[in-house]
């Protein structure tokens, strides 16, 4: 039987660069605006809260650790909070009330007007997520998804929404990280490179 390993990879590699592109071209201004809010809502003294599940989870740590530790710049960290990381409150909240309140309680805690909530969900339809954003747009915080389609329940929730819109799970996942990165980039930028721009 023939190995068909190679074609496999080509056709995965082929379709994320498709996407890729695609994602960059019709969100290359919409990343520069969320950066900026980003950027200014650190610089007023800020913070930016993310929250995701399963691999969101992990897109999620993964930003704030950019932002808390460094991009790429050495410079000051910056406040950010993944929500997901307390296996405490999280089996807490879970056990005493619904899996769905796992991020609301703790945006509801942390959170403060003018701070950011950043979703991550690749469907748009994870109803813990959608919660969060919902409760953080009632604390006056902006609220920024990321996700794989537009016309999920989540676009209700977001003041800035960024939409992957394929429907490979993994490509998604992708380019979520890669445009994460792109802000963690122009954040850095705003902020200890070009000021006068926020």
């Not at 932002?67 to 790429?72: P, T, W």
């Not at 954003?133 to 009632?138: I, S």
């Amino acid at each position: 039987m023939q190995d068909n390993s190679l074609d496999i990879i080509g056709r995965h590699a082929q379709a994320g660069i498709r996407a890729r592109e695609f994602f960059f071209e019709k969100n290359a201004w919409e990343l520069t605006i969320i950066a900026r809010a980003i950027a200014s809502c650190l610089v007023a003294g800020g913070k930016v809260l993310l929250c995701g599940n399963g691999g969101s989870a992990a897109d999620a740590q993964h930003l704030a650790a950019e932002f808390v530790n460094r991009f790429l710049l050495e410079r000051p960290p910056l406040p950010a909070i993944a929500l997901t990381t307390d296996s405490s409150i999280l089996t807490a909240v879970s056990n005493d009330y619904d899996f769905a309140q796992v991020f609301v309680k703790q945006v509801k805690a942390l959170g403060r007007s003018g701070d950011i909530l950043v979703g991550i969900s690749t469907s748009g339809e994870s109803d813990n997520i959608n919660q969060a954003l919902r409760q953080a747009g009632e604390m006056d915080m902006l609220t920024i998804g990321l996700t794989g389609r537009k016309g999920s329940t989540m676009d209700q929730y977001c003041n800035m929404l960024l939409a992957v819109e394929v429907e490979s799970t993994p490509v998604i996942q992708e380019i979520h990280i890669a445009a994460g990165h792109v802000i963690c980039m122009l954040v850095d930028h705003y902020i200890f490179e070009r000021p006068e721009l926020l």
